[in-house]
């Protein structure tokens, strides 16, 4: 079973928990100590600036990475050169960085609201259990590259990864 960051997970219905009903994972971080991974096609329900802290930035969308530490934002971007400290993901997908930066880049216009992409909170498994839980069929390991995160296609890229799968 070959995880790395920059895998994309999907989940099936033998997955019994609300929280991942056809959601689209990427793994960032598979290591010693266990995985880590953001869903990216499920919208959160408000904008960047309804929260207090960023009222006066643009309206970019968030999403729900997971539901482990939903009070801290996450952020995936495509502009190295701009947002320093990042850590490639996968076909020039980055993970974190200065975020206020990033913040200061998307507000000035420098950097595209389609280059960015935030999330609330993220998912973890402790060492193994992912492995055990794909063993078990509840998620399926697809061959899409990591640029998917930033797909304008989100809200279908679940239907469409599941319709492509050789096991599904």
Request: aromatic letters at 10%; one cysteine or more; hydrophobic letters at 40%.
């Amino acid at each position: 079973m070959n995880i790395h960051a920059g895998t994309i997970l999907i989940s099936t219905a033998l997955l019994n928990d609300t929280n991942f009903e056809k959601v689209v994972i990427v793994i960032t971080e598979h290591n010693e100590k266990g995985t880590i991974g953001y869903i990216i096609n499920q919208q959160f329900g408000r904008r960047f600036n309804e929260l207090e802290e960023f009222k006066h930035s643009l309206p970019i969308p968030l999403y729900i990475g997971g539901p482990s530490q939903m009070e801290n934002i996450y952020f995936m971007h495509r502009k190295p050169s701009f947002i320093e400290g990042g850590e490639l993901i996968g076909s020039n997908v980055y993970m974190n960085g200065d975020f206020k930066t990033a913040v200061q880049l998307v507000n000035s216009g420098t950097l595209a609201v389609n280059d960015i992409k935030l999330f609330i909170g993220y998912c973890g498994w402790d060492v193994q259990q992912l492995e055990e839980e794909i063993a078990e069929g509840s998620w399926l390991i697809t061959t899409a590259s990591a640029d998917l995160v930033f797909s304008v296609g989100i809200n279908t890229i679940w239907n469409e990864l599941f319709a492509n799968h050789p096991g599904s």
